[in-house]
């Protein structure tokens, strides 16, 4: 049997880094599951996925771990010691930008963490359009996710706002949501979200839009490069020049069934698994 250990640099000691694995791919319906492969916090594993930039011990082949960048380059805290140990302990490093960097590092979906899926979602949507904005603003993403926000309240474009970064904001606009503890919120019930990665990026994507998709929202996306590549025909693209992005959200909002799309969930689901790591990488080297 596969059995799959996971290190992780940001997690606390003695976290159990493989359930929200488990749970957000929903490997318990998987009748390979427990079967073909498992996960494992003991030493007798026989396989390592790294998150971020940890630095275990390994006595195990470099072709059975894969490393995991769960943030882009600029916040990953890449170092030239944890470089020399990927080239000595890792098979592949999945990476959304890998600049100068060499093998193992390879540039591709990471498999982030993201929402459990909803037993069941809505078709019919009662709100148009949602952004969250955070009450960071340090990175572009952070500063063009305000600039929007900015226009949406000098409008009357029916675009609700949700996140700490309402706070900012000293109006009583009913569009402003404020904070939320469950992401279903601003997500559910709108046809549209907005979302915005914190930086451009070839391949790196999180559950800002993975958690659009499962909800059956349409996402107005601006990250990742290469979305298409993962989800056809499923994004609606901002361009980061405000001006032609705001007329594209007025033309939405005008004229919402013009931009409608069709997501397929379980597709969605099927790509961002992480069976499909599982599969793809270790099945072959569990001999």
Not at 58 to 74: D, M, R, S, Y
């Amino acid at each position: 049997m596969i059995k799959i250990r996971i290190f992780c640099s940001f997690a606390s000691p003695g976290a159990d880094c493989s359930t929200p694995f488990i749970e957000t791919s929903e490997l318990k319906d998987d009748p390979e599951y427990n079967t073909v492969y498992c996960f494992t916090n003991d030493d007798d594993y026989t396989h390592a996925i790294l998150l971020n930039i940890p630095m275990p011990e390994l006595k195990i082949p470099k072709e059975n771990v894969i490393g995991l960048a769960f943030e882009p380059i600029q916040f990953l805290g890449l170092t030239q010691q944890f470089v020399d140990y990927a080239q000595q302990h890792i098979g592949k490093y999945f990476i959304g930008n890998k600049g100068n960097l060499h093998a193992p590092f390879v540039e591709h979906f990471a498999y982030m963490w993201h929402m459990t899926p909803l037993k069941t979602v809505k078709k019919e949507k009662k709100n148009l359009m949602s952004i969250m904005i955070s009450n960071k603003l340090q990175v572009s993403g952070h500063k063009y996710r305000h600039l929007l926000a900015n226009k949406i309240l000098e409008s009357n474009l029916p675009i609700d706002i949700y996140g700490r970064g309402c706070n900012y904001y000293k109006t009583t606009d009913k569009r402003l949501k404020g904070e939320f503890k469950d992401q279903r919120l601003m997500l559910e019930d709108y046809k549209y979200h907005i979302c915005i990665e914190n930086y451009i990026s070839s391949h790196y994507f999180s559950e800002k839009i993975m958690d659009t998709l499962l909800c059956n929202s349409i996402p107005i996306y601006m990250g990742c490069v290469n979305i298409d590549d993962y989800f056809p025909e499923s994004a609606i693209h901002l361009t980061g020049d405000v001006e032609k992005d705001w007329e594209l959200l007025r033309d939405i909002c005008n004229y919402p069934d013009k931009y409608n799309r069709t997501i397929n969930i379980d597709k969605v689901k099927h790509k961002i698994s992480i069976k499909r790591l599982i599969e793809n990488n270790f099945y072959s080297t569990n001999i």
